[in-house]
């Protein structure tokens, strides 16, 4: 599987604030790239999908992509306590997805 | 609509007996994906199919390992003579179509343990 590497954490951010979530692949030729959350004893939740470089806005969250740096990172507007949880980025390996450890979030209120 | 479901939502079993593990997709979905996740290991991928065929097993961890889809529907995932190591939360998800864009959507899991 190819390798996806992202800070485990825990990231601690107090309710308002941003939280930025960082995420590198290995392989250089992928073309999608995902965001799931997943709450404690939950399974993932797909929360958003990118596959061009830039930005992605989709309500609180913006997915940014840069391929030359081999880089997906996720932010987190307005964190509410609701978003605690980990998430995860994964990135494809043909129609599979390889995934990281997941950053686990605490939004303090 | 209604989302992956899967049953058992929790099996412990005792060393050496066989489960079968089943995972019903989205209406539709035509790919359909295993992935495990144990403690300190994160999410591994074991097998994906495209219809009733199986063209990667290759996550598969040992032979002891088997799955099967039938209808282009319904897959069940069978483990025969568990092993304390097979002790792991095991997913399925499902996909409109097996291509590198498709959004893969999870079902709840089974969590299995091993005594």
């Known amino acids: 599987q190819k390798e996806v590497e992202q800070n485990s954490g825990p990231l601690s951010v107090p309710e308002g604030a941003i939280a930025s979530l960082n995420c590198t692949y290995s392989?250089?030729?992928?073309?999608?790239f995902f965001w799931y959350r997943q709450y404690s004893g939950k399974s993932p939740e797909l929360i958003m999908s990118i596959y061009s470089n830039g930005d992605k806005e989709d309500g609180r969250f913006t997915a940014q992509l840069n391929k030359a740096s081999q880089y997906v990172s996720l932010l987190i507007r307005d964190s509410q306590p609701s978003d605690s949880a980990t998430y995860l980025c994964a990135v494809n390996d043909d129609y599979k997805l390889s995934f990281g450890a997941g950053t686990t979030v605490t939004v303090r209120a | 609509g209604a989302g992956v479901s899967q049953s058992p939502s929790n099996k412990v079993t005792e060393k050496g007996k066989d489960v079968e593990l089943r995972c019903d997709p989205i209406s539709g979905h035509t790919a359909l994906y295993w992935y495990r996740q144990s403690l300190g290991q994160g999410l591994e991928f074991l097998i994906y199919f495209q219809g009733n065929s199986a063209p990667d097993k290759s996550g598969l961890p040992s032979d002891r390992f088997s799955a099967e889809r039938t209808g282009g529907s319904v897959s069940t995932l069978t483990i025969q003579r568990t092993q304390q190591e097979d002790s792991a939360v095991y997913l399925c998800?499902?996909?409109?179509?097996?291509?590198?864009?498709?959004?893969?959507?999870f079902g709840p899991g089974t969590r299995l343990t091993v005594l």
């Open positions: 392989d250089r030729v992928s073309q999608s």
């Open positions: 998800a499902s996909s409109l179509e097996g291509t590198v864009n498709n959004e893969q959507f």
